[in-house]
């Protein structure tokens, strides 16, 4: 399933203190370009409260009608845009409540916000961060906010980024960056980052046909070659600040063997002003509506 057949429904992590606003904007530009409906989440973690089993009766139906007013506010705007909304106000762990309303819902993408170059957000910190990504049934979207802040707001027509990676993710993410390129009208740089061994013999990652990776030879979006030399999240940071694109996506495996956050991906996750759209391999229109059918029978 391509990216654009299966972005029919977004997922928005919100919060009550407008931490997830450049979240909330960039999917709104996604769902307006791809007619996708937005699913307005908002977790109540007992773990942010107290050392309690749960919250009490009292405190979680306070926070749950404060919640559903701030969520109501927002469904507002979003109609008056022509964009279809839901609420799910849900007590739990925040990325394992995003991981389960995805399901349900069938999403093609999660976002969430975090704090920019201060580090990670309270949605999504360290490890969860990494939880989030690698067990989201679809791919997962972080925008920093202040990604439209001052000096780092992206240049108008800014290219879409693609961290060029040979792991099963691959194919996915050059289809998904093509079309957003496609669909926003913006270039696609695809960056190659060799290693030392790879520069010292010559290599040239560009001889590569992109089409290998599901990006058409000829279509609407023109696609560029950058190839720089290191360590992958050093040359990424610095593409980025060349460049100025208005999205970076990167590929990202399942499973590890390592334990803890670690990867190229998860770095620029939680640090990158730009928006990060983390791309999961791809699989079969079967598998996600068996997730669904399992999601929904369990409710």
């Known amino acids: 399933m391509s990216f654009a057949e299966g972005l029919k429904t977004i997922v928005v992590a919100t919060d009550l203190g407008g931490q997830a606003e450049a979240a909330l904007e960039y999917a709104r530009k996604l769902a307006a370009n791809y007619g996708a409906r937005i699913v307005l989440a908002h977790g109540l973690d007992p773990m942010e409260y107290a050392a309690v089993d749960a919250l009490p009766d009292s405190v979680l139906s306070r926070l749950t009608a ?27 762990a925040v990325a394992e409540m995003l991981v389960d309303v995805a399901r349900q819902y ?32 679809c791919p997962v979207l972080a925008v920093a906010a202040d990604w439209n802040a001052g000096p780092h707001r992206p240049t108008p027509g800014g290219p879409v980024l693609l961290a060029m990676e040979r792991n099963d993710a691959a194919a996915a993410a050059a289809a998904t960056a093509y079309s957003l390129a496609e669909t926003f009208d913006r270039p696609l740089l695809a960056l190659h980052v060799r290693t030392a061994a790879e520069a010292a013999a010559g290599m040239n990652p560009c001889a590569a046909s992109l089409g290998d990776f599901g990006v058409p030879a000829q279509g609407k979006a023109p696609v560029h070659c950058l ?25 990202v495996k399942r499973a590890s063997g390592t334990p803890g956050p670690h990867g190229t991906a998860f770095a620029l996750l939680s640090a990158s002003r730009v928006p990060v759209l983390c791309v999961p391999p791809e699989r079969s229109r079967a598998a996600v509506e068996r997730e669904v059918a399992v999601a929904v029978c369990t409710q």
């Open 66 to 92: 404060e919640a559903c007013k701030v969520l109501d506010k927002l469904a507002g705007d979003l109609l008056r845009e022509g964009i279809h909304s839901h609420s799910e106000v849900r007590q739990g």
């Open 227 to 251: 190839v720089k030399d290191g360590n992958p999240a050093d040359a990424i940071a610095e593409a980025i600040r060349e460049n100025h694109p208005c999205i970076l996506v990167a590929g």
């Open 106 to 137: 069938g999403a093609g993408l999660i976002v969430i916000g975090t704090k920019g170059m201060e580090g990670a957000g309270p949605v999504v910190v360290g490890a969860i961060a990494e939880q989030l990504v690698r067990l989201a049934p």
